[in-house]
DNA sequence: ATAGATGCAAACTCTTTGCAGGTCG
DNA sequence: CGACCTGCAAAGAGTTTGCATCTAT
């Protein structure tokens, strides 16, 4: 759901709320599976479906530069995630899904700058390991997108 | 360099150590850069002018899949790294550039599992933030590869 | 009215694969 | 000698871009 400050966000810089924008951003932060475009495409179409692939592509582009989405590259390609606030994020090696993880209480190391000179901005931990159902015998086991 | 225990692993799975895969790993062993494959493919070819791009990327692939190197996904294509052990990142958001940050004293956040029922194989903190370079008025800007 | 956005198709970049010939052990 | 590996070229997959048309403000 869009609020009335993402919308003037939006607007403060010149930009317009269209309505494959506006689906798309909707889209993004009704799931919590770190969509791929392909993903967030297929299921724009559900509600327009004259949208184009390179429209899914040039708004999720610009919404995670203007920061209402983030954006993540994966082995398969850029995921986007429509969740902002600060988490970690847990991959299963055997099924390719990305889960958030609520992050710990303490977070910044703030050790890191005065070691080495870096600004840091941002910081998060990914895990990896297996997933609830990779790790039964007989469970999901192919990346599935 | 290639040790002795990396050629035995090598050939204890039926699998040879050729003139290129020795270039390769050596290349990508002997940067800190996070090099892409292309990056690499430059290298090995002053070592080796006639190899060509797509024995490169099946042997960093195959590598990676042996434990030789670990490999990443950025923005703009594959990286890999030749640091085995654990170790944290910081890339800067300005240039790409990834440093390795030595990790934490304390590691694994046991609690993790507990809570979510994943089986946590391996865990890694991401820095973001701006290199000293890109910090300088009139730095480095633009992404370099 | 008009700058910004869209749809379509073509172009691009990165990566993988088929195959004939070469090489390590 | 035989299985593995390589170079080349072509194919794939994901993403970006040029352009005429459309639309939000």
Redesign the interface.
């Known amino acids: 759901m869009i609020t009335n400050k993402s919308i003037d966000t939006l607007r403060d810089r010149g930009l317009r709320l269209t309505r494959p924008r506006r689906i798309i951003l909707d889209v993004v932060r009704a799931t919590d599976a770190h969509p791929t475009a392909a993903f967030v495409y297929r299921r724009v179409r559900r509600r327009l479906p004259r949208v184009s692939l390179a429209t899914v592509y040039r708004n999720l582009r610009m919404l995670a530069a203007e920061g209402f989405l983030a ?1 993540r ?3 398969a390609g ?1 995921r986007f995630d429509g969740n902002i606030g600060p988490h970690d994020h ?1 991959t ?2 055997a099924c390719g899904r990305i ?1 958030d ?1 609520p992050a ?1 209480a303490q977070r910044t ?1 703030r050790r ?1 700058p005065a070691r ?17 159902v990779c ?1 039964r015998p007989g469970g999901r086991s192919s990346r599935t997108r």
């Open positions: 954006e590259a994966d082995t850029m847990f299963c090696l889960d993880v710990p190391d890191l080495t000179g870096f600004e840091v901005l941002d910081h998060r931990t990914e895990y990896y390991g297996r997933c609830r790790r």
